[in-house]
């Protein structure tokens, strides 16, 4: 069984530019999702100290980072197995909201599990100077009977009553899930209330996949409930152009409005642009925000973090021009120590 975890002492090369890193808190997961192999893959939660975690994100904002996203397969387990009753998902933003982090400005969460989403880390991103106003809750499917053969361990209704609850306690959030249709056992009308549910609730960000047969699964092993993968790519098409006309609404109401931009760097789209992302932007998964220079605007840098006015939109990106620089690109102070992320 996998017990390897790697923590701040760890040597790396940085894959990221300097400005936006990911940190893996946690390694393996306890779920017993059927469709996932990661648990016989990677073992057991195995969480590091609330101390590495520290040490590694401190060691990043003196590098430079302006974003840290917190990884885990299930954050919301976080330190469960430490012998430590302070070490929580919620407590560890709470010490890091203490700590002198320079230049770092967004702490973004990924993979949160629903049913583990309590109401006290929520206050945590809510009242959290530098936490982002985001969480990434894959929820994978509404219908209760999809569910029950997941093996996700609640009902569509606990779906519901967390997404009241998430935005209620985090006023402005960006709330991103995923899902998986096509699964074993998903018929017409569990479907049918997945494109109800998403088009009822409007979330920010969504991805969708296709069910993929693992062997070795719960659910790979349900042959006789097989959906043809014909019907799952339809659906698939099916949600996904739902959630572009529900973004494309979301991103049009943006528009006048000031955004805090993080530049990313030149775009690809034209010479006289640059990109960056907003706090509700994870890099890589979700949309852009394509930048011009306004008057007495210098050429902005990689890490540049700007004030921006929002002048249109896409289905998922908006267009802004850069008003005014709120805090240069950091020269990184000295060579620090940065620790690998496997997997």
């Given at each position: 069984m996998p017990r390897y975890l790697y923590d701040d002492t760890t040597p790396r090369l940085a894959s990221t530019a300097r400005h936006s890193a990911y940190v893996k808190i946690a390694e393996g997961c306890d779920r017993p999702c059927g469709f996932c192999i990661i648990p016989k893959l990677r073992g057991p939660q195995r969480s590091r100290t609330p101390e590495s975690v520290e040490r590694e994100i401190m060691a990043l904002a003196e590098g430079g980072a302006v974003e840290v996203n917190l990884v885990a397969q299930d954050l919301t387990t976080y330190g469960t197995d430490l012998d430590d009753p302070e070490a929580s998902l919620a407590r560890l933003l709470g010490r890091l909201a203490r700590l002198d982090l320079g230049t770092l400005r967004w702490i973004r969460l990924h993979y949160a599990y629903p049913t583990a989403t309590t109401d006290e880390l929520l206050d945590a991103i809510a009242?959290?100077?530098?936490?982002?106003?985001?969480?990434?809750?894959?929820?994978?499917?509404?219908?209760?009977?999809?569910?029950?053969?997941?093996?996700?361990?609640?009902?569509?209704?606990?779906?519901?009553?967390?997404?009241?609850?998430?935005?209620?306690?985090?006023?402005?959030?960006?709330?991103?899930?995923?899902?998986?249709?096509?699964?074993?056992?998903?018929?017409?009308?569990?479907?049918?209330?997945?494109?109800?549910?998403?088009?009822?609730?409007?979330?920010?960000?969504?991805?969708?996949?296709?069910?993929?047969?693992?062997?070795?699964?719960?659910?790979?092993?349900?042959?006789?409930?097989?959906?043809?993968?014909?019907?799952?790519?339809?659906?698939?098409?099916d949600l996904m152009r739902l959630q572009r006309r529900i973004s494309k609404k979301k991103m049009k109401a943006m528009v006048g409005h000031d955004l805090d931009v993080l530049v990313d760097g030149s775009s690809d789209e034209s010479e006289y642009l640059h990109e960056g992302r907003h706090q509700g932007q994870a890099p890589e998964i979700d949309g852009k925000v394509f930048l011009s220079v306004g008057d007495g605007v210098r050429a902005l840098r990689p890490g540049d973090l700007v004030r921006t006015r929002v002048d249109s939109f896409a289905d998922y990106d908006l267009a802004a021009t850069a008003l005014e620089i709120l805090q240069p690109a950091a020269k990184a102070r000295g060579r620090a120590r940065l620790p690998v992320i496997v997997g």
């Open positions: 009242e959290g100077p530098r936490v982002a106003k985001y969480l990434d809750v894959p929820l994978q499917h509404i219908d209760d009977s999809v569910l029950k053969i997941m093996r996700r361990g609640h009902v569509g209704k606990s779906v519901h009553d967390l997404v009241r609850r998430v935005r209620a306690r985090v006023p402005g959030v960006t709330l991103r899930t995923t899902f998986i249709v096509g699964h074993p056992g998903e018929t017409d009308d569990a479907f049918a209330r997945l494109m109800d549910f998403v088009e009822e609730v409007e979330f920010d960000r969504v991805g969708v996949f296709t069910y993929s047969k693992e062997e070795g699964t719960h659910s790979g092993s349900l042959d006789d409930l097989d959906v043809p993968t014909t019907v799952a790519e339809r659906r698939r098409r």
